[in-house]
């Protein structure tokens, strides 16, 4: 028998392809045939979405403010935030009926989590930063007008970066043969075991 036996071993973790990551990163939620005004509200929301996401995952860069400046543009922008809100929850009563409510919470998870990321935080962390700099800068009243633009950087952002300081290898490698301490040297057991 060989000194060394090999051992089939996925080294890594199984990561998602960047055209499925960029894909769903790519679009919103679908709405139901929207209004200028809900797709206006959309985007709105699609925004502080992203920025929300950056404040709870992008803190390990103090640089970028996230958290400071999620909170101060939801106290600046509050007018236009709570019309976007108000404005897709009627959107889901008109086109879900009773089941709205729901159907709101439902398209707003699918919103974070789409914004979520692990392969792509470093570019979606810097993106976040500026454009929450950039909107602190629009004054109070102008944010819908500029968060089509915004939205669209926010999720262009999240496509994927190799590292290249960490290579993922998938084949065979040589692990070390580990004597059964109950054979003896001709494969017979041990009376000790």
Same mark, same amino acid.
């Given at each position: ?7 089939? !071993? ?8 960047? @055209? ?6 790519? !679009?919103?939620? /679908? ?6 005004? /809900? ?9 502080? @979405?992203?920025?929300?996401? +950056? ?28 019309? +976007?809100?108000?404005?897709? /929850? ?78 993922? +290898? ?24």
């Amino acid at each position: 028998m060989a000194p060394f036996g090999y051992v089939s !071993s996925a080294v890594g973790l199984v990561l998602a392809t960047t @055209a499925s990551l960029s894909s769903r990163a790519a !679009s919103l939620p /679908e709405l139901t045939a929207p209004n200028a005004q /809900e797709q206006s509200a959309q985007n709105v929301w699609a925004v502080r @979405a992203a920025l929300n996401v +950056a404040a709870l995952q992008c803190q390990f860069s103090p640089f970028l403010a996230t958290v400071k400046n999620y909170n101060a543009l939801i106290r600046q922008h509050d007018g236009e935030l709570a019309a +976007a809100q108000k404005t897709l /929850e009627r959107h889901f009563r008109r086109t879900a009926g009773a089941a709205g409510h729901r159907a709101f919470d439902q398209y707003t998870t699918r919103m974070y989590n789409g914004f979520s990321t692990l392969d792509a935080q470093l570019g979606f962390c810097d993106e976040a930063g500026r454009s929450g700099r950039e909107l602190l800068a629009t004054p109070i009243g102008k944010f819908s007008a500029s968060a089509s633009a915004t939205s669209a950087r926010l999720r262009a952002s999240l496509v994927p970066v190799t590292d290249p300081y960490r290579t993922f +290898a998938r084949g065979y490698i040589p692990v070390p043969r580990i004597p059964d301490p109950c054979l003896d040297k001709k494969g017979g057991r041990l009376r000790r075991c």
